[in-house]
């Protein structure tokens, strides 16, 4: 099936030149006929005035090409709608109604060829009036006419006129229009017969008819598919994707990955870099075409709402541009507040994207491209050909909204422009930190901790760093603390330890400080919960190295090290048994959580915690008596200040004679150095 819309005029080059009576005129449809030099979409062709017909003068019609026929007729997936629409072309017109896009128009071709074993068929102009206009008396077994610019223009008396010429003459007359919401039954109404609505057919069969006819060799066709990774069919043929998209992917396929012996993954990326080129090119003389673009582009996947929220705090910063701005070309001309009435359908059409509906989710219905490597092909095409939109663009991305998934995407599409420019649109990431935008800096945290490792920019972003955690800018020191989590990139360890270290050197008494310290321990707990064995141990010894600071340091460790302990006791257990060093910084970070007043508490809880789930479990049991064995010797104040909690606590709580055990021992060692 071939699925984009052929030209409006035929390619008249298959015209003979012989045909008598020829005349030289030009045809410029939907534009200017001049009478010198011919440039752009007008063409100067060699016609003849149409046998039979009653309209004088040049015609506005050429044939389809045979041969483009013929692939069309070998490639063609007949649509959901295809016996209604063979039903209605029985009284010799029939009108159809689809998105461009879908196929309609290769349906049209097959329903006028429907019958016939070599169909010569016309394709008029749709600017065409078809109450002057007529068949020829033979030769021709059908009559194409592509969106005419008014539909309510056809009336029904002259389509009824044109039945019994197209009768006599054996032909028929297809005309499709763009679907509209409610035009379906107002046709009806309006030209007095059925009309049919165009459904797209399904991708997979397209794919397959393509691949089918294109390939010459069956079984490498088959063991290239079979070659392909879990999921990756699916990727390449999404649901719902139209049929222009599954013919565009089995020519890639074809070209790149059996001829060519590219990998699945190679030929998605290579779909997605030649749909983000175009889409970029469609968009950009349209602000609100491009911003829906670049709104896409970043909050893809997220609901239909954010996306067009986004588009349209984006167009606002378009409108604000003036004449000097980034964006005055292509505003020029463009009413944004006029651009916002295209339907949203249509902008996702052109756009190569779709809405999702999935039933009983919050996010039921979202937006996004179909292949979704399309964001990052538009990020490298606008970084490379548009770099006057990046400053721009960091302004939008500072407020994307205060959900955790909106600051995410915007994040990670500020560090997706790092990685196009080499790093050097990181220069505009510090204003955006500084955005008085609550989201701002952990915007900026997406973008450094995702830009740090393993791409050009991450020099540049290890840097900006180690920069913001020696400042005195709050939003900064937000920023990096933000970057030190674990879920917020690829920050290393020790690099995000010795980070963290300087943030709280930095620290200030003030109330500004207070937020960051905050993400300080959220990054410390959530490193030691995600992390292995390895990461576990780098993160106790270095807030071992902390008991001994005054101030930030040592007050956080306090703070932190209960709800470290309280993370996988079975761990703790074995870790204590076997691991001297790591047993050893446990009962220190124990010891001075219980010697913090203010953390007392929250380490005692954890203490009798482990006490309560030992019962009836011979290894956590004698990682405990090992612990608590260990903190006598260490003889820290606030492990006696347990002790004696336990010791006058009820007979049921969890401990009690571990404690009293441990209290005699205390006692006996206070004794022993007394008497020494």
């Keep these: ?39 752009g979409d007008q063409r100067q062709i060699v016609s003849t005035s149409m046998e039979g017909g009653t309209t004088a003068g040049p015609m ?39 998105e461009p896009g879908t196929g309609r128009e290769t349906h049209a071709l097959n329903l006028l060829a429907h019958g016939s074993e070599e169909p010569v068929l016309v394709q008029v102009d749709g600017t065409v009036n078809l109450s002057r206009w007529g068949p020829r008396a033979q030769g021709v077994h059908g009559y194409l006419v ?60 397209v794919f397959t008819a393509h691949l089918s006819d294109g390939c010459y060799d069956e079984e490498a066709c088959a063991q290239w598919l079979r070659a392909l990774e879990p999921d990756q069919f699916d990727e390449l043929l999404p649901e719902g994707l139209p049929p222009r ?31 983000g080129s175009e889409v970029v090119l469609r968009a950009q003389a349209d602000p609100a075409l491009l911003a829906h673009l670049l709104s896409i582009s970043v909050y893809g996947g997220l609901r239909c709402s954010v996306v067009t929220e986004r588009a349209k705090d984006l167009l606002h910063l378009i409108g604000q541009g003036g004449e000097q701005g980034p964006l005055a070309q292509i505003a020029r001309g463009h009413s944004v507040s006029d ?36 964001s990052e092909a538009v990020w490298e095409v606008v970084c490379r050909d548009h770099m006057g939109l990046v400053p721009l663009l960091h302004t939008w991305l500072a407020g994307p909204g205060h959900e955790a998934d909106q600051i995410e995407r915007a994040g990670r599409a500020v560090a ?88 709280m050197e930095t620290l200030t008494n003030d109330t500004d400080a207070l937020p960051v310290v905050g993400i300080i321990a959220a990054a410390l707990v959530q490193r030691f919960e995600a992390g ?3 990461a576990r141990a780098a993160v106790l010894c270095r807030m071992r190295d902390w008991t001994e600071f005054d101030g930030v340091p040592s007050l956080l460790t306090a703070f932190t090290f209960p709800m470290m302990a309280i993370t996988d006791l079975a761990w703790w257990s074995c870790k204590i048994l076997a691991d001297t060093e790591l047993a050893s ?46 903190l006598v010797a260490a003889r820290q104040p606030g492990f006696l200040r347990w002790l004696l909690a336990v010791e006058r606590g009820p007979d049921a709580m969890p401990g009690k004679e571990l404690a009293v055990r441990a209290l005699a021992a205390w006692r006996s060692k206070a004794q022993a150095s007394n008497n020494d």
């Design 146 to 205: 592509m969106d005419p610019p008014d539909p309510f223009a056809l009336r029904a008396w002259d389509l009824s006129r044109l039945e019994a010429p197209l009768a006599e003459a054996g032909a028929r007359l297809v005309i499709v229009l763009a679907d509209a919401p409610g035009l379906a039954r107002a046709l009806e109404d309006h030209l007095s017969m059925p009309v049919v609505r165009h459904r797209s057919p399904d991708p997979r069969k």
């Design 245 to 275: 998209h599954a013919a565009q992917a089995a020519e890639a396929v074809l070209r790149l990955g059996i001829a060519g012996g590219a990998s699945g993954a190679e030929v998605l990326c290579r779909l997605a870099q030649a749909e």
């Design 60 to 98: 506005r019609q050429g044939p389809v090409r045979a041969k483009y026929l013929r692939t069309a007729r070998r490639r063609y997936v007949p649509p959901p709608c295809y016996q209604d629409a063979v039903a209605a072309l029985d009284s010799g017109i029939a009108v159809l109604l689809g």
């Design 416 to 503: 997706a422009m790092a990685v196009a420019t080499g790093g050097r649109s990181m220069e505009f990431l510090r204003d955006l930190a500084l955005a008085p935008s609550f989201p701002a800096p952990q915007v900026a945290a997406w973008c450094l901790g995702t830009a740090v490792q393993g791409s050009p920019a991450a020099r540049t972003a290890i840097d900006l760093l180690e920069q913001w955690s020696a400042t005195t800018e709050a939003p900064l020191h937000e920023a990096v603390a933000y970057a030190c989590l674990p879920d917020r990139g690829q920050v290393r360890e020790e690099q995000a330890l010795r980070l963290l270290q300087r943030l």
């Design 1 to 39: 099936m071939v699925t984009s819309e052929i030209p409006r005029i035929g390619d008249l080059d298959t015209l003979v030149a012989a045909l008598a009576g020829r005349e030289m005129v030009v045809v410029a449809p939907h534009g200017t006929v001049n009478t010198g030099l011919v440039t």
């Design 339 to 374: 651009a916002r009435q295209r339907p949203l359908s249509e902008t996702l059409r052109l756009l190569g994207a779709h809405r999702v509906q999935r039933a009983g989710e919050e996010t039921a219905d979202m937006v996004s491209f179909f292949w979704p490597a399309v």
């Design 532 to 534: 292995d064995t390895r």
């Design 585 to 630: 910084n446990a009962v220190q970070l124990a010891g001075h959580a219980l010697n913090e007043s203010a953390t007392f508490v929250a380490m005692r809880d954890v203490l009798l915690v482990w006490c309560s789930e030992v019962h009836g479990a011979e290894l956590q049991a004698r990682a405990l008596s090992e612990l608590l064995d260990r």
